[in-house]
């Protein structure tokens, strides 16, 4: 049975035209975002910290966040 978070990050992937993440990068990502909230005390540095390491692998800020934003969006309604 696959979870309603891997069929979001497959979908999510497959319209960005990119490999889904691996469960390296899952749990990397989520020690990432679980440093950030709890390091900080503020949940909201999480998903900035994770953006922000998209970023540094080489995505365009806006128009990456753009698309992933529409994506999640149109995958979760």
Known sequence: MVDARSELIEEVAKKLG???????????????????AHGTGDRTAAPLCCFLAGMAAGANRMETLERVCANVKEATS
Not at 26 to 34: K, N, Q, R, T
Request: proline share 5%; aromatic share 0%.
């Open 18 to 36: 990119v490999a889904p993440l691996n469960e390296e990068e899952i749990d990397s990502v989520l020690a990432l975002a679980g440093a950030a």
